[in-house]
């Protein structure tokens, strides 16, 4: 009833290609857009900022690089917290090499760091597949990390070996440092994930994306058709860096302020994988939703105990957590096995039989 | 019916979700908020740290009514030794806080830059920034009584008073086995420093978080073959290390933790071969002080069996209790200039930073030889009070040695230096303290 796209007629070549082409998905994202640019920040508050929203964007867009990488063009990668790193430690250097470079575009330029080696990392791939390619990935994790911690250069040669986020600001407006404001840095990264969110979609939906899945689908015949596979994979392993690289800068400038490679360890590229596994993938919309689950639900559950009064010890509500969370991944992937994108869709296919479902 | 489910299931989750946050702490009490971590990989010690100032607190509430009459509270936030949760908690927690303990050097360096914007005091008691020490620079950060630097420098003279004098460290090979993360590594520069003073041959030797495998840093101790080995450990790699130690046949009496790789959690699991394994240590250990008995009186009721449960009295324990007196002294101290009511963070800023643990006053709190006493001052947020050695005797710690002042010389002006080149990097300013 609500959701039905009986009557919207696609008169051109134009609205037929629409990246949403049904009025009630336009409707939906901008509503989306509004409450995030204009009702959050209305009503949110500093932990909600910083222990909530901001850490979401910012693993939203990791999760939506890896995503390109794993769902689309079906290159298993273990090395995403390492470009998070390349990311961030490039911020870092250029930020304190020039300090009057815009912050904005540091970060930008971050990710083309980050894109290059990816490029390095992405070469395996022309030879060795799944399983193996996630061990040569899970390399480039190991390696650069150790490089990060052990060659001073990289950290200004600071004692403890850790980076921090130099106050910049960018028309007199604290983007970075500690005395940004939190509904700053929460724009800057809401920005960066709606303008790279956007733009993965499209690519997605064009020659490259399409390129990308030929690829994941059977590279053999993709070869045959004429896909160049040097070239796609290694433009899947650039974009995708080029997204983590960006996200990993915003992890330490935007989020935590400060860290040490410690930050972005195996577990982190873990994380984001559980992340595009739960929230499905090969879609953009589910590495936000997957982002969403993996980092809200311990949270949400680390506060149901103290909310409903429940006097329970902190390290056994955090066991309990950690047994809800687990059981929740595995009821999740039980019941739709394409993750949370899926349900969704499902969802909206069902909205549109309703209220006469079938 | 199955769209319906879904709706409401989200219905329900978003007004759970809208009801969370905050947390809501009387504002009548003197707010202790606890970043604590009974679970993960560092969870052995973190617990007794925990206990130690959880039951100092109720001690204090049960036994004197709070800190001058006002009720103490506090909280605790479950951080996995994770920097992102402590964060988290530290959002969660800040609103009326005290002050913030993080115990743990990776989230100390995330809450340094907030808390001169959220007016909160960071005591990081022998942790840490070491620079921070330098209090022009690091207001709102205390790390008294003593850091790493010092406790490097405490540990080279310890070793030379073992070798028969400084100028016999000449030719000594040492060795540094350190967790490879922010808080190890905070030792070297200085050991790096004094080894080019003294003359002694320094190996560094770095151990992967979380500790558990360390056959690769005892291959090469077997092949570096140094005169003493120094660790900055923490969590489970302090209980292998010391097993890899009796494996490679390492000499125990020359073998010498931290303060946080120097606690039964450390020694007992590796059983008989960590009798004669040495640490450094701020305080007395075990349960005979008048505070730790009155911690058993008033929190256990004399029940001995159920402090034994709680690690009264074990290294970490006592550890957590000295870190919370320094808390609640601040808190006095601030009282007595602003009035007997509940002092905001920007009043115990003001207690840390006059703080002044004299002899009679540890008498009073029946910490008599429990620690030592210092001076905190606008400038020195250190005092590089002194530090003492320990040595596992297969049921409990002996001192095995005087207290040991660090060569403040060489550690100082590396602190001012650091604190600098802090300060440049984030635009600060340093304030006057004259």
């Given at each position: 009833m609500f959701y039905r796209e009986a009557g919207q007629f696609k008169t051109s070549y134009q609205k037929d290609q629409a990246?949403?082409?049904?009025i009630q998905d336009r409707w939906f994202i901008a509503l989306v857009l509004v409450v995030a640019f204009v009702v959050i920040p209305y009503f949110a508050n500093e932990y909600w900022f910083q222990a909530v929203l901001i850490p979401l964007y910012i693993y939203a867009i990791a999760a939506i690089g890896l995503n390109l990488l794993?769902?689309?063009?079906g290159q298993v990668s273990l090395g995403t917290g390492a470009f998070m790193a390349i990311g961030a430690y490039a911020t870092y250097k250029m930020c304190t090499a020039?300090?009057?470079?815009n912050i904005l575009l540091i970060f930008v330029m971050s990710g083309v760091f980050s894109a290059g080696v990816g490029i390095v990392f992405g070469i395996p791939s022309l030879r060795i597949k799944g399983f193996y390619l996630a061990v040569a990935t899970l390399a480039a994790q190991f390696f650069i990390l150790w490089l990060f911690n052990k060659v001073g250069w990289f950290f200004n040669d600071n004692p403890s070996g850790t980076i921090s986020a130099p106050p910049r600001e960018l028309f007199g407006i604290?983007?970075?440092?500690?005395?940004?404001?939190a509904m700053t840095r929460y724009y800057v990264c809401l920005m960066f994930l709606s303008v790279m969110a956007l733009a993965a979609k499209n690519i997605v939906r064009g020659h490259i994306g399409r390129s990308w899945m030929a690829i994941r689908d059977m590279d053999i015949a993709a070869e045959i058709i004429g896909i160049e596979p040097l070239k796609t994979k290694l433009m899947a392993f650039a974009l995708s860096s080029f997204y983590c690289g960006v996200a990993g800068a915003l992890f330490i400038?935007?989020?935590?302020g400060g860290g040490d490679t410690e930050a972005f360890g195996i577990f982190l590229s873990f994380q984001i994988l559980f992340m595009i596994i739960i929230g499905g993938l090969g879609s953009i919309m589910g590495s936000i939703m997957g982002a969403a689950f993996i980092t809200l639900l311990p949270i949400f559950l680390t506060n149901v105990p103290p909310m409903i009064g429940l006097p329970i010890a902190t390290d056994l509500s955090k066991h309990i957590e950690e047994i809800i969370f687990g059981g929740l991944i595995v009821f999740f992937l039980i019941v739709e096995p394409h993750g949370l994108a899926r349900l969704w869709q499902i969802a909206k296919e069902k909205l549109r039989q309703w209220p006469f479902p079938y | 019916m199955k769209m319906r489910n879904l709706l409401l299931s989200a219905a329900g989750f978003a007004a759970v979700v809208a009801g969370v946050m905050e947390s809501k702490i009387a504002v009548a009490d003197q707010f202790f908020p606890m970043l604590t971590y009974?679970?993960?990989?560092y969870a052995p010690n973190g617990i007794p740290v925990a206990n130690g100032f959880r039951d100092y607190y109720d001690m204090l509430n049960k036994r004197?009514?709070?800190i001058n009459g006002v009720k103490i509270s506090w909280e605790e936030c479950e951080t996995k030794y994770d920097t992102k949760v402590g964060v988290e908690c530290y959002e969660k927690m800040k609103?009326?806080?005290?002050?913030?303990?993080?115990?743990?050097t990776g989230i100390t360096y995330q809450l340094i830059p907030k808390a001169s914007v959220d007016k909160i005091p960071i005591l990081s008691m022998g942790y840490?920034?070491?620079?921070?020490?330098?209090?022009?620079?690091?207001?709102?950060?205390f790390n008294f009584p003593t850091t790493y630097w010092s406790q490097a420098s405490a540990f080279v003279k310890y070793v030379a008073s073992e070798v028969g004098?400084?100028?016999?460290?000449?030719g000594v090979h040492l060795a540094h086995i350190y967790h490879n993360s922010a808080y190890s590594k905070e030792a070297n520069p200085t050991l790096e420093a004094l080894s080019e003073k003294y003359g002694f041959k320094l190996t560094l030797i770095a151990v992967d978080?979380?500790?558990?495998?360390q056959k690769a840093a005892w291959l090469q101790v077997r092949r570096a073959r140094p005169d003493w080995i120094f660790m900055s450990g923490w969590g489970v790699m302090n209980q292998v290390a010391i097993k890899e130690a009796v494996t490679t046949g390492f000499p125990m009496d020359h073998f010498v933790g931290n303060w946080w790789s120097g606690s039964e959690s450390d020694t007992v699991p590796a059983?008989?071969?960590?009798?004669?394994y040495k640490s450094s240590n701020l305080h007395g250990t075990g349960t005979d002080w008048p505070v730790i008995q009155d911690i058993i009186k008033?929190?256990?009721?004399?029940d001995m069996q159920a402090a034994t449960e709680n690690k009264v009295g074990d290294v970490l324990f006592n550890r957590g209790v000295v870190n919370a007196m320094f808390g609640t002294e601040a808190v006095r101290t601030a009282q007595g200039k602003y009035g007997n009511e509940v002092m905001s963070g920007e009043q115990v800023r003001w207690g840390l930073e006059n703080l002044s643990i004299t002899e009679a006053k540890l008498k009073g709190l029946g910490m008599e030889g429990f620690t030592k006493p210092f001076t905190v001052s606008c400038a020195d947020h250190e005092t590089g009070g002194p530090v003492i050695f320990q040595q596992w005797t297969g049921d409990g710690w002996k001192f095995v040695s005087d207290w040991i002042t660090p060569i403040r010389e060489v550690v100082r002006p590396m602190v001012e230096e650091a604190a600098a080149a802090y300060a440049k990097e984030n635009k600060i300013t340093p304030r006057s303290c004259n």
């Amino acid at each position: 009833m609500f959701y039905r796209e009986a009557g919207q007629f696609k008169t051109s070549y134009q609205k037929d290609q629409a990246l949403f082409p049904i009025i009630q998905d336009r409707w939906f994202i901008a509503l989306v857009l509004v409450v995030a640019f204009v009702v959050i920040p209305y009503f949110a508050n500093e932990y909600w900022f910083q222990a909530v929203l901001i850490p979401l964007y910012i693993y939203a867009i990791a999760a939506i690089g890896l995503n390109l990488l794993t769902g689309y063009a079906g290159q298993v990668s273990l090395g995403t917290g390492a470009f998070m790193a390349i990311g961030a430690y490039a911020t870092y250097k250029m930020c304190t090499a020039f300090p009057d470079l815009n912050i904005l575009l540091i970060f930008v330029m971050s990710g083309v760091f980050s894109a290059g080696v990816g490029i390095v990392f992405g070469i395996p791939s022309l030879r060795i597949k799944g399983f193996y390619l996630a061990v040569a990935t899970l390399a480039a994790q190991f390696f650069i990390l150790w490089l990060f911690n052990k060659v001073g250069w990289f950290f200004n040669d600071n004692p403890s070996g850790t980076i921090s986020a130099p106050p910049r600001e960018l028309f007199g407006i604290m983007i970075t440092g500690p005395n940004a404001h939190a509904m700053t840095r929460y724009y800057v990264c809401l920005m960066f994930l709606s303008v790279m969110a956007l733009a993965a979609k499209n690519i997605v939906r064009g020659h490259i994306g399409r390129s990308w899945m030929a690829i994941r689908d059977m590279d053999i015949a993709a070869e045959i058709i004429g896909i160049e596979p040097l070239k796609t994979k290694l433009m899947a392993f650039a974009l995708s860096s080029f997204y983590c690289g960006v996200a990993g800068a915003l992890f330490i400038f935007c989020w935590l302020g400060g860290g040490d490679t410690e930050a972005f360890g195996i577990f982190l590229s873990f994380q984001i994988l559980f992340m595009i596994i739960i929230g499905g993938l090969g879609s953009i919309m589910g590495s936000i939703m997957g982002a969403a689950f993996i980092t809200l639900l311990p949270i949400f559950l680390t506060n149901v105990p103290p909310m409903i009064g429940l006097p329970i010890a902190t390290d056994l509500s955090k066991h309990i957590e950690e047994i809800i969370f687990g059981g929740l991944i595995v009821f999740f992937l039980i019941v739709e096995p394409h993750g949370l994108a899926r349900l969704w869709q499902i969802a909206k296919e069902k909205l549109r039989q309703w209220p006469f479902p079938y | 019916m199955k769209m319906r489910n879904l709706l409401l299931s989200a219905a329900g989750f978003a007004a759970v979700v809208a009801g969370v946050m905050e947390s809501k702490i009387a504002v009548a009490d003197q707010f202790f908020p606890m970043l604590t971590y009974r679970t993960g990989a560092y969870a052995p010690n973190g617990i007794p740290v925990a206990n130690g100032f959880r039951d100092y607190y109720d001690m204090l509430n049960k036994r004197d009514g709070g800190i001058n009459g006002v009720k103490i509270s506090w909280e605790e936030c479950e951080t996995k030794y994770d920097t992102k949760v402590g964060v988290e908690c530290y959002e969660k927690m800040k609103k009326g806080a005290t002050l913030f303990n993080p115990l743990s050097t990776g989230i100390t360096y995330q809450l340094i830059p907030k808390a001169s914007v959220d007016k909160i005091p960071i005591l990081s008691m022998g942790y840490g920034q070491t620079a921070a020490a330098d209090g022009r620079v690091f207001e709102w950060i205390f790390n008294f009584p003593t850091t790493y630097w010092s406790q490097a420098s405490a540990f080279v003279k310890y070793v030379a008073s073992e070798v028969g004098g400084m100028d016999k460290l000449n030719g000594v090979h040492l060795a540094h086995i350190y967790h490879n993360s922010a808080y190890s590594k905070e030792a070297n520069p200085t050991l790096e420093a004094l080894s080019e003073k003294y003359g002694f041959k320094l190996t560094l030797i770095a151990v992967d978080h979380p500790g558990q495998e360390q056959k690769a840093a005892w291959l090469q101790v077997r092949r570096a073959r140094p005169d003493w080995i120094f660790m900055s450990g923490w969590g489970v790699m302090n209980q292998v290390a010391i097993k890899e130690a009796v494996t490679t046949g390492f000499p125990m009496d020359h073998f010498v933790g931290n303060w946080w790789s120097g606690s039964e959690s450390d020694t007992v699991p590796a059983g008989d071969g960590a009798f004669g394994y040495k640490s450094s240590n701020l305080h007395g250990t075990g349960t005979d002080w008048p505070v730790i008995q009155d911690i058993i009186k008033y929190v256990y009721n004399g029940d001995m069996q159920a402090a034994t449960e709680n690690k009264v009295g074990d290294v970490l324990f006592n550890r957590g209790v000295v870190n919370a007196m320094f808390g609640t002294e601040a808190v006095r101290t601030a009282q007595g200039k602003y009035g007997n009511e509940v002092m905001s963070g920007e009043q115990v800023r003001w207690g840390l930073e006059n703080l002044s643990i004299t002899e009679a006053k540890l008498k009073g709190l029946g910490m008599e030889g429990f620690t030592k006493p210092f001076t905190v001052s606008c400038a020195d947020h250190e005092t590089g009070g002194p530090v003492i050695f320990q040595q596992w005797t297969g049921d409990g710690w002996k001192f095995v040695s005087d207290w040991i002042t660090p060569i403040r010389e060489v550690v100082r002006p590396m602190v001012e230096e650091a604190a600098a080149a802090y300060a440049k990097e984030n635009k600060i300013t340093p304030r006057s303290c004259n």
